[in-house]
């Protein structure tokens, strides 16, 4: 029921499909494709409760569900087709308490984007490719592409004009609104006739929203000429790290990482990018003997910010980007050959202190915990037990 989708195609249905599904339903499937390519989600069966779709339906958005356009909602008769104007589309679906029925099957598949522009929102900066032949179709040559701050000048191929705009230089402008941070800019494509001019401008209008820890990225094109829509999607490059002692100096490669009982383990969560206004905090940090199920057997170090193991211990840390924090190795190491950590890391505004980052521990209703949550989700390990006696093994 619901859940985050990476591969190129497959099988959305509900569950126990062909039998009849629960009540009180709640799934969420979020699609994500490569880069550039975009989804197609075919509806190939559905029978809910009919009528108005008010009690059991499937709903379709065009991105991530809070954010994203409303492409439909569905609970019996044709079997309609929706694609996406991005590299991502979520499925909705709902039931009530009353009458259940067999429910939908669907097909998915990637199709490709229109190549005339792409976008990728890079963690250091905007990386836009215009294509030449597009240019050439509009009556331009390479040479009449500028950016908005004209001294940041592109690449220039056989085949392409390439700009990598960074994040926070070349005229980037940068907004925030409750739950989003945006950065903008402007390619323009400007005609070279002073006095009659034939032509209209092109404007390429770039955008990449952050959305919790979700890149949205937009292109578009203004100024009556074919618009060209260019969402993708992607997430943060974030990390997280060993290190040898409090002073956070030598990082420790072992893998397995071989530990006493009760030693000192240091990590420092590191998030990838340029924008210095941003901060991470960490949310959740489980141990668990399978790196796959972090549910079944699982020890509580931190759990939505609230502390479960009394030897953890925050430390400070000279950057936003930085989160560190320690705790010892535990009991639970000395029964499994092998131990993974999990940790939820959130990622918000510097000084927003209505955000996640700054509230500490928060119990969170059932709801609150839905697969729509947007976090960062990092795995580490695996931790070994040292054998006995073997304490010259270092974790240089």
């Known amino acids: 029921c619901g859940g985050s989708i990476s591969n190129s195609s497959g099988m959305l249905q509900s569950p126990f499909y062909p039998g009849n599904y629960p009540n009180n339903a709640d799934c969420v499937w979020e699609i994500q494709v490569e880069n550039n390519f975009r989804v197609m989600l075919t509806f190939r069966d559905i029978a809910m409760q009919s ?48 009458y259940t029925f067999r429910g939908f099957q669907a097909h998915y598949s990637s199709i490709p984007a229109d190549h005339n522009t792409t976008l990728l929102c890079l963690p250091d900066y905007m990386h836009a490719v215009v294509s030449r032949d597009y240019l050439q179709s509009q009556g331009y040559s390479a040479q009449m592409v500028t950016l908005n701050d004209d001294r940041c000048k592109p690449t220039v191929t056989s085949h392409e004009v390439i700009f990598n705009i960074p994040y926070n230089g070349c005229g980037t402008i940068r907004e925030e609104n409750d739950d989003t941070i945006n950065y903008s800019n402007m390619i323009k494509v400007t005609s070279s006739g002073y006095i009659i001019k034939r032509k209209k401008n092109i404007h390429l209008h770039i955008s990449c929203k952050m959305l919790r820890n979700t890149w949205m990225q937009i292109m578009y094109v203004a100024e009556d000429t074919v618009d060209v829509n260019e969402n993708q999607f992607g997430r943060y490059d974030m990390n997280i790290t060993f290190y040898d002692s409090s002073s956070f100096l030598r990082q420790v490669h072992d893998s397995p990482y071989y530990i006493d009982l009760n030693q000192n383990l240091y990590l420092q969560a590191y998030l990838h990018s340029s924008d210095p206004n941003l901060i991470v905090f960490v949310d959740t940090c489980v141990a668990s003997p399978d790196p796959h199920d972090f549910n079944t057997l699982a020890y509580d170090i931190i759990k939505n910010g609230c502390v479960r193991d009394s030897s953890y211990a925050t430390y400070y840390s000279p950057y936003s980007h930085f989160a560190r924090f320690k705790f010892n190795a535990f009991e639970f190491i000395s029964r499994h050959t092998l131990v993974y950590l999990q940790c939820e890391l959130v990622v918000c505004r510097l000084g927003d202190y209505s955000s996640r980052c700054y509230r500490g521990c928060m119990s969170r209703s059932k709801r609150e915990t839905s697969s729509d949550e947007e976090r960062v989700n990092v795995v580490v390990g695996p931790l070994q037990l040292r054998e006995g006696g073997a304490q010259s093994r270092n974790t240089g």
């Open 51 to 98: 009528g108005s779709c008010q009690y059991d339906y499937v709903e379709v958005y065009d991105g991530p569900p809070h954010s994203s356009p409303f492409l439909g909602r569905l609970c019996s008769g044709s079997f309609p087709t929706y694609i996406s104007s991005s590299n991502m589309m979520t499925v909705r679906f709902h039931s009530d308490s009353r």
